[in-house]
């Protein structure tokens, strides 16, 4: 009998906080090529992953990041032209590719006009079969430089404008091992994933738990929203302005069991996602 292809999936964000996660898990499997679509591709390290020129910037090289591909993970960038970009690489994507879209918890509740529901409805009338995540805030942000890694080492609180709210903090681990069944098995077509941690924690009780994993007081400070978006500008001002009023809204408070019914187990628990990330978050000695 002729041995069967390995399904090929294109992970774009590779290099990501999802992504990175979901090319390990892929990997594992012993019937999967996996293409990690990067910018930046010479960073691409992960064993067992082709690296891939992949970048919204140049959509000259979309054709062969795309070609034979059976299924794709297109991590949304945060940019104003997101629909039509996202709409321009599905139209290069093979007609029978599964797409998995990730986007955000609760993006319809600022209407249909919104960003992030105009960026899902371009995949959904796509013509492609599509799986949509939409995950609450990223327990990874306390570990990514590029958000509070920093500011945590560095000795400084945790400035949030909450507004009293709760986050149901996911850890990303979690929405790749969603996002790698959605690419991979039926059943997921057609399917909008609100995906949360199993706990919607304040901001106070979440710097508590920061405190035990960075080995010093960590202390929430209430900040307005101006505050917090000072030093941004254009369209990742809007974005930001309008993602921590959705916080304050508790749009990212509800918990599902989404990842545990996808999955067959449990969410992470922010206490379970700081103990791994000790090492990572304790200022040097
Ligand atoms: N963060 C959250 O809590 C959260 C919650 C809900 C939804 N989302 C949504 O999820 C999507 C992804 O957001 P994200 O914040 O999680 O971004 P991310 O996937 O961690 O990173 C996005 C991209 O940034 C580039 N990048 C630049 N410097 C990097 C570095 N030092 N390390 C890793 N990647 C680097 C990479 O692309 P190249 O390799 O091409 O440079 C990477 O794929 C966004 O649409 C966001 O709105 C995020």
């Not at 104003?80 to 590719?97: H, K, T």
């Not at 990742?236 to 508790?250: A, F, M």
């Not at 989404?258 to 200022?283: H, K, N, S, Y």
């Amino acid at each position: 009998m002729p041995a069967q292809s390995p399904v090929r999936v294109l992970v774009t964000g590779v290099r990501g906080k999802t992504g990175a996660p979901l090319a390990q898990l892929l990997t594992a499997r012993p019937d999967v090529e996996v293409l990690g679509g990067s910018s930046d591709p010479a960073t691409v390290t992960t064993p067992g992953v082709r690296p891939t020129a992949f970048s919204w910037d140049d959509p000259a090289g979309w054709p062969a990041a795309v070609e034979g591909i059976d299924a794709v993970y297109v991590v949304r960038p945060d940019r104003a032209d997101a629909p039509e970009l996202i709409g321009a690489l599905l139209e290069r994507v093979p007609e029978q590719a599964h797409v998995v879209l990730l986007s955000e918890q609760s993006a319809d509740d600022v209407g249909p006009e919104g960003w992030a529901v105009r960026t899902e409805q371009v995949v959904q009338s796509s013509g492609h079969s599509w799986t949509v995540l939409r995950p609450s805030w990223f327990m990874q942000v306390f570990t990514d430089p590029r958000f509070y890694l920093d500011l945590l080492t560095g000795g400084g609180d945790l400035p949030f404008p909450d507004g009293g709210a709760q986050i149901a903090w996911i850890d990303a681990r979690d929405i790749a091992a969603v996002a790698e069944r959605a690419l991979l098995e039926p059943g997921h077509a057609g399917r909008r994933y609100e995906l949360t941690g199993p706990e919607a924690l304040t901001l106070p009780r979440t710097a508590e738990l920061l405190s035990g994993a960075v080995g010093r007081p960590v202390v929430h400070r209430e900040v307005t929203v101006e505050e917090a978006v000072a030093g941004t500008a254009g369209f990742d001002r809007e974005i930001l302005t309008l993602t921590y009023q959705r916080v304050q809204r508790g749009s990212f408070t509800p918990v599902t069991g989404t990842v545990e019914q996808v999955t067959g187990r449990p969410a992470r628990t922010l206490a379970a996602f700081l103990t791994d990330a000790a090492p990572a978050v304790r200022p040097a000695a």
